[in-house]
């Protein structure tokens, strides 16, 4: 069947349409707006009109795309921003009834962790079975999920730790400034405070990283002209590069970061943000490498709750 998935976040919203028969997936379409449903969001607050509006016009054209490709069922899932909101449920429940989608809901940190499990493991190398001693991250725009890669029975750790969230609490200058970039460093050895006592007990043997964050580093990376997902996935990139790539990113100007982000520009005010959590990650864990997907939430959305038969 052709079925089609939207991911709505703290930062983007994300399209796949896609031809699945018995769990795999073949892409025929993607699409990537930028509502920033997450900034300037505080705990309890609500989503701003503006923000609402951009979502709701950009979900509305994916959705139209979707159903002119054939798509049997559209289906939303929306993460941390409509979690934190207080008319996050409400928004996308309205998001359902205008657009005629077949589900939408405002998914739980653990059920975005056992989503973005799913997956990954539809393009990781050797699969489930190749999956024993890895972690996943998945760094988004309002917080952070880190799991078990090789056993959906472990725990999943949901942090309050976002390339959004983070970029608006501290790097206020362009580019930020050495008092900034600390700041925020301290920040995500403060959030990372959950797992970090217990990092020396685990045998975490790999780190797999998708999202937005891992997927640009890897791009970038790859020198990429054109985005192409599948050799983002499973790339090894070395924690040496990441560092290099933090460090040459920050001291840019926006505009700057913009230019050099040309597959993503969007990405270029958060970006930095995005690589303090994932070299914290990278360094907490003790690693020299770690592994890149592109594929992750919005395929285990397609996976979960689109492609029924």
């Not at 928004?91 to 962790?113: C, N, P, S, Y």
């Not at 799991?147 to 959004?164: R, T, Y």
Request: proline share 3%; glycine share 10%; hydrophobic share 45%.
């Amino acid at each position: 069947m052709i079925a089609a998935a939207l991911d709505l976040g703290s930062n983007t919203l994300r399209l796949l349409v896609a031809e699945v028969k018995d769990g795999y997936w073949r892409a025929l379409d993607r699409g990537l707006a930028s509502p920033r449903l997450g900034r300037g969001l505080k705990p309890g607050g609500s989503l701003s009109a503006r923000a609402k509006q951009n979502a709701t016009k950009a979900a509305a054209k994916f959705s139209a795309r979707a159903h002119e490709l054939g798509a049997e069922r559209v289906v939303l899932a929306a993460t941390q921003a409509c979690r934190k909101a207080a008319d996050g449920e409400i928004f996308v429940a309205w998001l359902q009834k205008e657009l005629g989608l077949d589900w939408a809901r405002v998914i739980t940190g653990d059920e975005e962790a056992e989503l973005s499990r799913l997956g990954v493991l539809s393009r990781f190398t050797g699969g489930s079975a190749a999956a024993s001693g890895a972690w996943l991250s998945d760094i988004g725009g309002g917080s952070t999920e880190i799991m078990d890669l090789g056993d959906p029975d472990a725990p999943v750790v949901s942090l309050e730790l976002g390339a959004v969230t983070l970029t608006e609490a501290f790097l206020l200058s362009n580019p930020p400034g050495r008092n900034e970039l600390e700041a925020l460093q301290a920040a995500v050895a403060k959030g990372l405070a959950p797992i970090s006592s217990s990092w020396r007990g685990i045998s975490c043997q790999r780190l797999v990283a998708t999202a937005g964050t891992a997927a640009t580093l890897a791009a970038l990376s790859l020198s990429m002209r054109v985005y192409e997902p599948e050799k983002i996935n499973n790339l090894v990139v070395t924690r040496e590069n990441l560092e290099i790539q933090y460090l040459r990113l920050a001291a840019m100007p926006l505009s700057q970061r913009r230019r050099e982000l040309a597959l993503e520009p969007e990405r270029a005010d958060i970006i930095v943000a995005g690589l303090a959590i994932l070299s914290g990650l990278v360094k907490g864990l003790g690693l020299k490498s770690f592994i890149t997907m592109d594929a992750g939430l919005l395929e285990g959305i397609l996976l979960r709750h689109a492609a029924l038969s």
